[in-house]
Each structure stands twice: as C-alpha cells, then as structure tokens.
C-alpha cells in the first residue's frame, strides 16, 4: 500500500507532498511522492493515529450496563486484576474512537469521572492496566498497576464503610503491600505464591510504571515522595494541580485530565483548560477518560491548546508522540516513521480544524474506518 499526503504531519515536521510506503503491518518508506503505482490512498493531511492513554472503553458503556466492572468493591488492594478479562471489544465505543482517528487507547481499571455521582468510585489499587489497539488487538496485556490516592478513593471507601479513609491511612496502605511485594520478591523460599505480590515485581524491578489517579498538589507530593522511597516509575494521571509542581515534575509523565468537566468537588476547584498555557515545558499527554468525555472529542480537547499558546505541531503531540510514551510504545506508535506500526489517519484539511473530517483510518497497515462505510 502507498499513502500519498499532501501534507503530512509526523509530528515532529512538516512535510509536503511524500508518499508512505507501507509492507505488510510496519511503515517501510517515507520518500517524495511520485507518479503512477498501484494500490495508492492519496489524502490531502495526514498525521499518526491519536492516542488516548487513560479510557476506560470496553469497561462502561456510554448507554448499558449498571454497576461496576473496573474494580472489585470488596478489596481496596488488588494489583493482581487485570482490565483485559472484563474488557467487551463490541463496546460501540470502539468504532468511535476509529472513525475519530483514534487507533490506540490505554485501558485502566478503576471508573471514569461520573457527571452524576458526586465521588469518582475507585479503590486504592484496582489492578492492572493494558493496551490496545481500536481494531481489537491486545498490545500490552499487563502494561502498568493502578493506584489511586486522595479524595476520590478516600470518600468511596467512606462510603462503603470500609477502611482506610484518610489520606495517611492510603499511603499506609500502598507502603504496606509495596514493602511486602520487596521481600516476597527477595525471599529465596516461597512455600506458594502471592498472586497480589507476584503482580507487583515487575513494578519493583521497573518493568512496568504506577499509574497513579491524583489531583491535588499535596497528594502529588505523597506520590513523588513514595516513588523515591522504592524505587518506582510513576505516571500522574489527571494530576489537576500538576501545574503548580511544575520545577519537580520535568521528568514525570503526567496524563493530563480530561480538562472539560465540572469544578466539582474539593479536588477539582483548580480545574481549568487554560492551565494547559501552565503545563508547557512538562511531559504531558490529554486524555477523555473516556465515557467522561466520549472518546471521539479527544481531537477537541486537543484543539483546546491551540488557544492557549501552543502550535499545531505542540497540540498534535499530545494525543500523539507523548501518549505513546505513557503507555511506554514510543518505538512502535505516536509518529511517522520508518519501522513504525502503519497507524495513520487521513483527513479532509488541516488539523484540528472545525470542519476537518476523517476519511480514514489505517491500524497496521490496513484499512479499519472509512467514511460513509460505517454509517
């Protein structure tokens, strides 16, 4: 397959009228365009696949099920749960996401940001987050542990009378189950396994990172204080008040929102879109969390940027290159270029822009949304 681009964003440059060269699943040429050839997709723009690295897609329905699927309500510690086994790939969500150019999404345990609850429900570390693909394919089965800490999980384990309920009783917590994982992980003799603790190695040996859902500066700190403590990757994920810590988090990946919602709440009295004009200078990406913000208005959010400082190039970076790093696939997915997966999507105009439409969208080298065919 050849993909002729008028323009093509990599996102790093700017590049005009190239043609891509796709063998099989993988990106195999970028070279100018030329005439004639067989089996050629031409496209006024096109840019990497967007990535969304916090969803819960395939876990709650826009319109469906009651309850929860992202957590067990009983247990405020489970590292050893993984998204994958509950996730339902006909969530019509998907097909969202693919015809807004969205080809590949982190999906974490735990629940999105209700509009009608008063408390995000989660538990202090639901389980383990995967990757995928929006065409169904699994990419990381176990690609981080998910934790939680603040008011969120604190008032819902008020609410279910259960323990711990303070912030310090939190932290307890994870310091607890993280020093026992250490030794569990340093004992020679294992008379059997710890599910919960054989989990929670490869977070240890620095495999895997902590995902961790935080808003607010102090709990930011509790966070950043507990990494160093063992030794950990961490990733911040809506991190609201990430901005104020902006000289101690230059090397912290932070997954940003979403940054449309209500100022609901304690935690979220600081939420504010043009804090993005703040957070220059940090490694962030955006998020919808979706159904919080429906995946297809990701490219919206992104837009947001745009009218706070930052240039097309910056703005498509962030559902791009740095998601892609988030969810630890830099070399495989979030650009344009030789070797990578064949993740593009082919647009109508510029990015961004108002009245730009996808036409379509290509996940490994194959054709998985095309305007006026998934009506």
């Known amino acids: 397959m050849i993909v002729r681009c008028g323009v093509l964003f990599t996102p790093f440059e700017e590049l005009r009228n190239v043609e891509l060269l796709i063998d099989g699943e993988k990106i195999k040429e970028v070279r100018p365009s030329t005439t004639g050839s067989d089996d050629v997709i031409e496209a006024e723009c096109v840019i990497p696949g967007l990535i969304d690295p916090h969803t819960h ?150 495999k895997i990172p902590l995902r961790v859902h935080v808003h607010v500066e102090r709990d930011i700190q509790s966070v950043l204080r507990l990494a160093s403590e063992f030794g950990i990757r961490v990733v911040l994920d809506h991190a609201t008040e990430a901005y104020m810590l902006s000289d101690s988090l230059q090397n912290v990946p932070i997954v940003y929102g979403p940054i449309v919602f209500a100022r609901r709440g304690v935690e979220l009295k600081n939420l504010d879109s043009a804090n993005l004009s703040k957070m220059k200078g940090l490694q962030f990406s955006l998020t919808t969390d979706h159904p919080t913000i429906p995946i297809q208005y990701l490219d919206l959010l992104c837009s947001l940027a745009l009218a706070h400082g930052y240039s097309l190039k910056e703005a498509l970076q962030l559902v791009t290159i740095n998601a892609a790093r988030v969810l630890g696939l830099e070399e495989r997915v979030g650009s344009v270029d030789v070797g990578k997966d064949a993740d593009l999507v082919l647009l109508s105009g510029t990015p961004l822009a108002p009245e730009t439409k996808v036409l379509m969208t290509i996940i490994d080298g194959q054709v998985a949304f095309k305007a006026g065919e998934h009506q």
Request: glycine letters at 8%; charged letters at 25%.
């Open 57 to 206: 897609i395939g876990l709650y329905r826009l319109e469906g099920e009651a309850a929860d699927h992202g957590f067990e309500i009983n247990d405020p510690v489970t590292p050893n749960l993984n998204v994958s086994d509950a996730v339902d790939l006909y969530d019509p969500a998907f097909e969202d996401a693919l015809s807004a150019g969205i080809t590949c999404v982190g999906i974490l345990p735990g629940s999105y940001m209700s509009f009608g609850s008063s408390v995000e429900r989660i538990t202090i570390m639901p389980g383990q987050g995967s990757v995928y693909k929006t065409n169904g394919r699994l990419i990381e089965r176990t690609a981080c542990i998910k934790a939680a800490v603040g008011e969120h999980p604190k008032r819902f384990l008020s609410e279910q009378k259960a323990v711990p309920t303070t912030r310090m009783g939190i932290m307890a917590e994870l310091r607890a189950i993280l020093t026992k994982a250490k030794e569990y992980a340093e004992s020679e003799k294992k008379d059997k396994k710890d599910p919960k603790l054989e989990a929670l190695i490869p977070l240890l040996k620095g």
